[in-house]
């Protein structure tokens, strides 16, 4: 076990990694992210996105759209953006707004270009243990598992979130590992009895911050903190009591500085999949 792990370090030489194979198969990788409106903390997520992938060879493009933009107008760019044969990666940042069916416009991206895993046939592809491009935050959960050498195989895992995004996903992830899981959410009753019982923790509740604290984890455990909470003064958080925790088990990421640092590196590491599965499906229909 790397109780020592470092995820900033770990995203740094994995994006090496990438450059080096970008550059050695001479890959153009382009990935093309819509945006509406302007929130100060979408604007930072795509701005660290854009620095990642330019730093590694794969050329980004935004699209931008005011915050009242109609559902028509987006899924015709996504329309577009599907036909256009130089696009390898479609990526929408999250959250929009809520006049907009987010799930009707995630399911009009073509699933070759889906790089964020999160249309109905992706996630299908993946619960039918047939994965093509599976969703970016529950791959660097497992980029952490892995990296930490950590044996999965019949182990206890508790997941506090059943989101789209993270916790649906993660569960199936977890179980082609061999997993045995435990799903909480917000109707779980007795929240502890389930951490507790836990060898690895995943927490992406979101909702406070200590929701998770050192008498609910078991020692030794590996807890991963998904969540991001931004307080008043502008501070980040997770679900787990940090300082507190870290104290009694083998290992806790830190927010920031965690799982968000992987999410970016397994967003590039979709598009540059997403660029070979269409190089493939294009041989095929010749
Ligand atoms: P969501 O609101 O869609 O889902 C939250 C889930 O947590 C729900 O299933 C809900 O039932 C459960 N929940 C809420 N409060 C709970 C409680 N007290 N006890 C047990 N379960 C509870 O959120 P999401 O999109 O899945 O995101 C979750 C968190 O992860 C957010 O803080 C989000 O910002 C963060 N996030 C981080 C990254 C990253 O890159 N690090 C990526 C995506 C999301």
């Known amino acids: 076990m790397n109780s020592k792990l470092d995820c900033r370090q770990l995203k740094k030489d994995a994006l090496l990694k990438l450059k080096e194979k970008i550059e050695k198969e001479a890959l153009q990788p382009v990935l093309a992210i819509i945006q509406v409106g302007s929130v100060d903390a979408s604007n930072i997520y795509i701005r660290n996105k854009r620095k990642a992938a330019d730093e590694i060879g794969i050329t980004t493009t935004l699209c931008s759209f005011e915050e ?3 559902q028509e107008t987006l899924l015709r760019k996504i329309e577009e953006l599907n036909e256009n044969p130089n696009i390898n990666g479609i990526f929408i940042q999250l959250p929009i707004p809520s006049h907009l069916d987010e799930v009707e416009l995630i399911n009009h991206i073509d699933p070759k ?4 895993g999160l249309t109905t046939m992706n996630l ?3 619960v039918s243990g047939e ?3 599976t969703p970016c935050t529950p791959n660097a959960v497992m980029d952490i598992l892995e ?13 506090i979130g059943r989101s789209r995004l993270v916790g649906k996903p993660l569960f199936h ?15 779980t009753e007795n929240l502890k009895e389930h951490t507790l019982n836990a060898d690895i923790l995943i927490t992406a509740a979101g909702t406070k911050k200590n929701l998770i604290t050192a008498d609910m984890v078991k020692e030794d455990a590996i807890i991963i903190d998904v969540s991001i909470i931004r ?14 925790v870290k104290e009694k088990v083998n290992y806790v990421t830190p927010v920031p500085g965690g799982v968000g640092q992987l999410t970016v590196l397994e967003l590039m590491k979709n598009t ?15």
């Open 272 to 286: 540059v999949k997403a660029n070979e599965i269409q190089k493939t499906y294009t041989l095929k229909k010749k």
């Open 113 to 116: 270009k889906d790089v964020d």
């Open 131 to 133: 994965p093509l491009l």
């Open 147 to 159: 990296a930490l050498d950590c044996d999965i195989t019949g182990k206890n895992v508790t997941i």
């Open 173 to 187: 992830l977890l179980l082609q590992k061999d997993a045995t899981i435990t799903m909480c959410h917000s109707k």
């Open 231 to 244: 307080d008043e003064q502008n501070q980040l958080h997770g679900d787990v009591d940090y300082d507190t």
């Open 124 to 126: 299908g592809n993946l």
């Open 68 to 70: 009242d933009v109609d």
